[in-house]
C-alpha cells in the first residue's frame, strides 16, 4: 500500500479545518484505500486521532429506461448528471438537492426523472408552507407594532388630557 496516495487531502483538510475534526465524509468507495491511507498519513504526522467519526455514503444509482435499476452515477461510465443539464431541462437545482436529502446517506439512491418530479412537488409545497408562516409572522408584527403604536400615543404620560 502505498502512504502518500492522495496526501493532498489530508494536507488540506489540517489547513482549513485544524489538526482535529469530528465528521469526514466520502463514497463508500473511499474506505478501503483512500480513507485509509488519509488516516495513516494525518495520524503519522500529527500524533493523535484525526477523526472522530468517518461517514461512508452510498453511490446515487442513474435509473435505465422505465426499470430502476442502473448502474452507479460517474463521469467514468457517461452516466452523470450536471446542474446544467438540470437547469436546461427546467430544474431548480435546489430540488435535486432536496432529492438527495430523502435518502440515507448508506443506502443507494436511484435517480429517475419521476423522482426529481416529486422532489421538485415537495420543495415547492414547502416553499409554500415557509412563506405563509412568513406572512403570518409579518402580518403579526406589523399588528402588534400598530398597537403598541396606538397604545404608546393614547396613554402617553405627558400626553394632556382630552378636554371635553
Known sequence: MLFRSHV???AMAMKYFDERIDIHCGGIDHVSVHHTNEIAQSESALGHKWVNWWMHG????????DDSSGGRMSKSSGEFLTIETLIDKGYDPLAYRYFLLGAHY?????????????????????????LSIKGLVKYKLQVTTLNNKYIRERYAPNKEPDSP
Open 58 to 65: 452510498e453511490f446515487l444509482v442513474m435509473a435505465k429506461g
Open 106 to 130: 448508506r443506502r443507494q439512491l436511484t435517480f429517475t426523472w419521476d423522482a426529481l418530479d416529486a422532489a421538485a412537488s415537495a420543495m415547492g409545497r414547502l416553499r409554500g408552507h415557509v
Open 8 to 10: 493532498e487531502c489530508s
